[in-house]
Every structure is written in structure tokens, then in C-alpha cells.
């Protein structure tokens, strides 16, 4: 059976509840007749301690707003008790109030009443013993362990299990604090990986239609056979790059979501590696870039990263000596035993004048080639513009 909502854990209501029943738990002993213990003085009526009763359940309903009050509530009830002769009730209930004031009072409040108890304790016991001469005297801090120093220690021990359950809650929280900023962290990553290929597998392609585009609008008296060459290298560039696209998207997709199969116009299935330079060059020719190619070295597999880099940084090095340059460059792929070094030089438009730009091209290929701990730089040089990167391949460790 569930209880009330307002007789929930932590509520005034359950608090109020508990000062109630120890209230008529107190009153059940005086019916019964079962207080005082001791009556040293004769002539006081038993209803008297019914008001130090009285006092020590308000101070149990104060446990959890003020500790403090309710702990010298309570010891000034007993205290007057006491001199009134003792009754069983409001021992019974002040140790709850001990208890309490080591549960929810500052840490100060406990260590105190530790000290006390146990000072009590050995008070009682010690004075037994000198006032009955034999050890059985001891018995007379029985009382004492039994109404303050075991309450006082029962406290400490549930209080210290409800910290150490608050520290645990906190370092669980901290822990999934810290995996959200990690997965936010591989969430960034990720996007700056997807914007970077995007980047490589649209502008590049879309740039050289763009290119054919303008000189075939800007460039008058055009035969049907300049036309044609025109609008075949931009489908080339435009089925091309759809299907780089469509392949990155299909690498994107989860798998078994039955994604569709490419068109026949889209041809084969792109493999961006660095064997497929040749490829690549012949577009670029096609776009009006005359790339003289030189190979150093002999070619060798490379792993995939490596492999991937190295083709994107070729690609958006031409493309942009296609958008910027002065119409030639020249490429060369040199394999060393550690890495493979890929330079793209081509002379510099005078003027300035080209297709505008993002400026993202540059900072995707310094991250490819910073993720794979290599070397990149490019900048003006001896009057030509120059892109050199340098990936390692891990084959000399």
C-alpha cells in the first residue's frame, strides 16, 4: 500500500506523523501507569510529565528544519524530566531526537554529541563503581550507552551511509556529464568530417562546370563542336561528382535501410584513392588545365586514410590551380619508404582573377593531413603557388 503524497520520505507532513505517534506512544505509557520511574518527590502530581512529553515530540517534529532547536527542545525537556523524577516516554522519544539531530544536523552537531555520550558513558560507569564499591556498579551507565551513546552512533553510522550515497549520486552525475561533452565532442568531429568531405566531393566538381559554364556564356561564336566539349566535361564533372556523393551518402546511411541502388547514367562506383590520380588528371585537363604528372618512387598499397587524404588533397590542389592558376600545373606523387609526398605547383594568375572561393579548401587539407600526424604547407613560392603534403604510411616502424 502506497502512502500519501504528503507523508512522502523528506516531507513536514512525515515529520509531524512521526512527533504524533511518539506523542501517543508517550501517552499509552502514562495511561498504563507506567511513569514516572522514580517520583523523588512525593507530592508532584504524574500529569507533570505529561508537558516535558509534550515538548520533546514538538522538538521530534522540528528534526528536519532546525536540528539545533529541536536538539535543545529536547535536552531542556529531559533535563526538567529528570528533575522531576524520569519518565519511560520522554527518554524513549529524546533518543530519537538525538538520533535525528545526528542525521540531519551539521556535521559539527554530531561530533559534539559523540564526545558527550561517550563522556557520560564513562561517568555513569565510574560512578557505579565508586558508589558500590564493586564492579556490578557499572550497571548504572547502562541507561547512558543505552538512551545517548547507541542512538548517537546508530546516527553517525546512517549518516555517513546517506553521504557516501550523496557522493556516489554526484560522481554518477559527473560521469554523465562527462560522456554528453564526449558525445557532443564526437558529435563536432563528426560534422567537421562530413562538411570536409562534402566540401571535397561537390566543390571540386562543381567548380569545373562552373568554369566550362562561364567560358561557354562569356566567349562568343562558339561552334556546335566547342559547345558540345563544353557541355561534355560539365556532365562528366556533374555524374561524377553525383556519384561521389551518392556513394559518401551511402556510407552515411544505416545499414539495412535498403538504400537505392545508383542509376545506370551515374556509371560505376568512385573509388577515391590515389591510384585513381589518372582519372582525375584527364578531368581536369578536360576543364582547360594542361597537368604535367611525375612519379617518384614506386607505387605501393597505402592504407585507406592515407590513400583517401592524399587523392582529396590532389583534387582540391588542382581544382583550385584550375580556379586561380595561370592554365598549367604540375603534379608529382612521391612514395618514400615512411610516407608519401604529394606537391601540386602551378604559376600564379596575375591580377588575381578567378572564380571566388570559400577558403575552406585550404583548412581541409591541413586537417587531412594533421589527422594523420603528416605535414602540409602551402603558399606563394619563387612566383608560383605551391601545395606540399607529406603523409606517413607507417611502413618503416
Known sequence: MRLPSWLGSGTPGRDLALAGASLGGGLLLYGLGMQPQIKPHPDVPPAVFLAPLLAVCVAVGLRRVAPRTSLAVGTAALVVDTALGNSLGTVVVYTQVIYDACVYGPPRLWRWLLRITVALSLIGVAAGVLGFGQWRGAAVGVPVVLAGLLPVLTGISVRQYRDQAAAERARAEQTARLVELDRRQAVSA???????????????????????????????????????????????????????????????RDPGTGGTPPDDALGETVTARLAETDRLVEGIRAAGLAVRVRTDGTPGPLPVGVDLAAYRIVQESLTNALKHGAGDAELVIAYRPAEVVVTVENPVRRGGAGLPGAGAGLIGMRERATLLAGRFSAGPQDGHWQVRASLPTGAGE
Open 190 to 252: 563528426e560534422r567537421a568530417r562530413m562538411a570536409r568531405e562534402l566540401h571535397d566531393v561537390v566543390a571540386n566538381h562543381l567548380s569545373a562546370v562552373a568554369i566550362h559554364a562561364t567560358a561557354a556564356l562569356s566567349v562568343r561564336g562558339l561552334d556546335r563542336g566547342q559547345v558540345e566539349s563544353a557541355l561534355r566535361v560539365i556532365r562528366e564533372s556533374s555524374v561524377q561528382g553525383l556519384a561521389e556523393m551518392r556513394q559518401m551518402i551511402e556510407v552515411l
